[in-house]
């Protein structure tokens, strides 16, 4: 057996993107409440930013990882106008047909694909942006999931992670309470679900820092490799440049 971690558990490489899935399918029908809850619609905010930061422009191509519920990939789509395009991904089919659904609905035909970010069924060189919000620290081989990433891009391009990051230490201790006391019985009492969100406070702990997945990303491709902490580091945009 390879082992790896499902938050705080050890289990086998096999079995944790079965796990996470099921995390996802339980949390689909309330994630977006979930987050406005859970960040007191901080979010958006972080979301704004990572659009503002991917200044994209018209006829870029982009591609969306662990897109969910499509916040970004709409943002997106309003950059790149008709002539440029937006792929809208996750391996989770419930959290994709939410978003499918939520991007029909505002009028918003995007291409929609079912798929491991560590198996991307995509060409090399094809995109001008690649992102991923909030879906890396779930991801079994984040290795393996960012050289592939950097293998879609074309050289020049950027990857941007926007992910839970490691928060600066006059915050922990509330962090901490606020993760393992009050975020539980959120998931409780909204969705029903705690043992989510549960593994969600876990998740972030187990998730390499600022500095460690900057690191990660320079060995897998990306020559220049910046990091933008919010909210006193309990979110971090790294932003990667494929050299």
Request: some cysteine; proline content about 3%.
């Amino acid at each position: 057996m390879t082992a790896t971690h499902f938050g705080f558990q050890t289990v086998d490489e096999r079995d944790k993107a079965q796990r996470v899935r099921g995390v996802f399918d339980s949390v689909a029908p309330r994630y977006d409440l979930m987050n406005d809850l859970m960040s007191g619609g901080l979010h958006r905010v972080w979301k704004a930013y990572t659009v503002m930061v991917a200044n994209l422009r018209e006829g870029d191509r982009v591609l969306d990882i662990a897109g969910g519920t499509g916040d970004l990939a709409l943002a997106f789509s309003k950059k790149v106008g008709a002539s440029g395009e937006v792929v809208h991904t996750d391996i989770n089919e419930a959290m994709l047909r939410t978003g499918r659904d939520r991007l029909i609905n505002r009028g918003i035909v995007l291409p929609t694909v079912v798929c491991d970010a560590e198996q991307l069924p995509f060409p090399d060189g094809h995109f001008d942006l690649v992102s991923v919000a909030f879906g890396l620290r779930n991801m079994t081989r984040k290795d393996k999931a960012i050289a592939e990433m950097a293998r879609v891009l074309k050289n020049r391009g950027r990857l941007l992670v926007l992910e839970f990051s490691k928060v600066a230490a006059p915050l922990k201790k509330f962090y901490d309470l606020y993760s393992f006391q009050v975020l539980p019985r959120l998931g409780e009492w909204v969705a029903g679900d705690a043992d989510s969100y549960r593994y969600l406070a876990e998740s972030i702990r187990m998730h390499p820092g600022q500095v460690e997945l900057k690191a990660l990303m320079q060995r897998q491709g990306f020559g220049h490799v910046d990091f933008h902490n919010m909210t006193g580091g309990v979110v971090a945009l790294h932003v990667g440049v494929k050299c």
